[in-house]
């Protein structure tokens, strides 16, 4: 009762039932084929009962059931999921969770915003969806689409190597055919390479270590290291 789904940057989707990745191989095992120049953009573990959307590089989404998706072996090459026009491609596979959730998209040139998930309604499987952000020269391609919700964290990287973290609350939440907000000040030649949303464990880990750091830095004593006792 549980699926990889997985999609590739020319639009095509696939899932496959989890068990028959059960025998691994050292070089590894088949899980899709793919056409010539394509390659996947994201897999995830599903459950069949989700909602599964595609965000192209030309400011497209679309959504649908993961139902319209009939599971296929490891070596199948899977189906259309979006249709796309010349010179675009898929960057982005979500799993909808709830509809409480926000899709927060980025550009290429700084720019990006969020938009409730209300707002993407589902259409059929391999249709070219529905405007994700309005693509103009100012925004340049879509770089990156990610599920948030208010209270997340969201890190920005360029392709300079700069990182700018950020809240989600302070992104402001615009329907889906606007051009968005700035989302980061880049340097002359600089571009937006792609973001990624902060789980919770991740900022316990960075709270901990910068706590940890401050008192390195201030010189508190820390209690010696100890043998480990044997097992009773």
């Given at each position: 009762?549980?699926?990889?789904?997985?999609?590739?940057?020319m639009?095509?989707?696939?899932?496959?039932?989890?068990?028959?990745?059960?025998?691994?191989?050292?070089?590894?095992?088949?899980?899709?084929?793919?056409?010539?120049?394509?390659?996947?953009?994201?897999?995830?573990?599903?459950?069949?009962?989700h909602?599964?959307?595609?965000?192209?590089?030309?400011?497209?989404?679309?959504?649908?059931?993961?139902?319209?998706?009939?599971?296929?072996?490891?070596?199948?090459?899977?189906?259309?999921?979006?249709?796309?026009?010349?010179?675009?491609?898929v960057?982005a596979?979500?799993?909808?969770?709830?509809?409480?959730?926000?899709?927060?998209?980025?550009?290429?040139?700084?720019?990006?915003?969020?938009?409730?998930?209300?707002?993407?309604?589902?259409?059929?499987?391999?249709?070219?969806?529905?405007?994700?952000?309005?693509q103009?020269?100012?925004?340049?391609?879509?770089?990156?689409?990610?599920?948030?919700?208010?209270?997340?964290?969201?890190?920005?990287i360029?392709?300079?190597?700069?990182?700018?973290?950020?809240?989600?609350?302070?992104?402001?939440?615009?329907?889906?055919?606007?051009?968005g907000?700035?989302?980061?000040?880049?340097?002359?030649?600089?571009?937006?390479?792609?973001?990624q949303?902060?789980v919770?464990n991740?900022?316990?880990?960075?709270?901990?270590?910068?706590?940890?750091?401050?008192?390195?830095?201030?010189?508190?004593?820390?209690?010696?290291?100890?043998?480990?006792?044997?097992?009773?």
């Open positions: 009762d549980q699926y990889v789904f997985m999609a590739t940057s639009g095509t989707v696939k899932k496959t039932a989890l068990d028959e990745f059960n025998n691994p191989r050292k070089g590894g095992i088949i899980a899709a084929n793919l056409d010539e120049g394509d390659y996947l953009i994201g897999a995830a573990l599903t459950d069949g009962k909602d599964v959307m595609l965000f192209s590089d030309g400011g497209k989404a679309v959504r649908f059931d993961e139902d319209d998706v009939r599971p296929l072996g490891r070596n199948a090459r899977g189906v259309r999921g979006m249709s796309l026009d010349v010179g675009q491609s960057i596979m979500l799993v909808a969770e709830d509809e409480q959730q926000s899709v927060l998209t980025a550009t290429e040139n700084g720019y990006g915003k969020r938009t409730s998930i209300t707002e993407y309604t589902r259409h059929g499987r391999g249709t070219k969806g529905m405007i994700a952000i309005q103009s020269e100012r925004n340049g391609k879509v770089v990156a689409a990610t599920l948030v919700h208010a209270d997340d964290e969201i890190m920005l360029t392709d300079k190597g700069v990182l700018v973290r950020t809240r989600v609350s302070e992104i402001r939440e615009l329907g889906r055919a606007t051009q907000v700035t989302l980061i000040a880049l340097d002359e030649g600089s571009k937006l390479s792609g973001l949303r902060i919770e991740d900022a316990n880990v960075t709270d901990i270590e910068a706590e940890g750091e401050a008192n390195t830095n201030s010189g508190a004593p820390t209690a010696p290291d100890t043998p480990d006792q044997p097992d009773a």
